[in-house]
């Protein structure tokens, strides 16, 4: 579906594709919401992604009304972060919830679950919702990688 370009009426699954439909968007706003702001050359450095990608996804997501883009320009060149809007911020539950059902949906079907999924939601709503997979894999918070041992 082109870019703001809806059916009339439109149908809600199909907007929200649209806003969260993209490889990385959803970690871009789990990323955003985690740390509270990113900045676009931070978050080169932390996800598999290139500049091209992060770039377009970024400018989607502020044509969506998810995200904010702010220009500091007290130094050369300026700084420039990204901040989820109030939008973007009733949207994190959402995800949140298609998290844990895509873990339990991945460990029911056996399929291998990156160790990062699991480094990067540390918080305790994600320990209480799925801490016998995190058991079951070996992996708790405090360890870096699925399989270390501390």
């Known amino acids: 579906m082109a870019r703001n370009n809806f059916e009339d009426p439109a149908n809600p699954y199909h907007y929200a594709l649209h806003c969260l439909g993209g490889r990385w968007k ?4 789990h990323e955003i919401y985690t740390y509270g702001s990113i900045h676009f050359n931070q978050t080169l450095k932390v996800l ?12 989607e997501l502020i044509a969506d009304g998810l995200v904010q883009r702010y220009v500091h320009g007290e130094s050369f060149p300026p700084s420039t972060d990204y901040q989820l809007t109030e939008a973007g911020r009733q949207l ?11 873990i339990r949906q991945m460990d029911a079907r056996g399929i291998r679950i990156d160790a990062d999924a699991f480094a990067v939601h540390q918080s305790e709503q994600y320990v209480d919702a799925l801490g016998d997979i995190m058991n ?9 990688r ?4 501390k």
């Open 136 to 144: 079951a894999n070996n992996f708790w918070p405090e360890r870096e």
């Open 48 to 59: 598999p992604i290139s500049e091209k990608v992060l770039s377009q996804q970024l400018k």
């Open 26 to 29: 959803m970690t871009i706003l």
């Open 92 to 102: 994190i539950p959402a995800l949140d919830m298609l998290y844990v059902w895509s």
């Open 146 to 149: 699925l399989g270390n041992k």
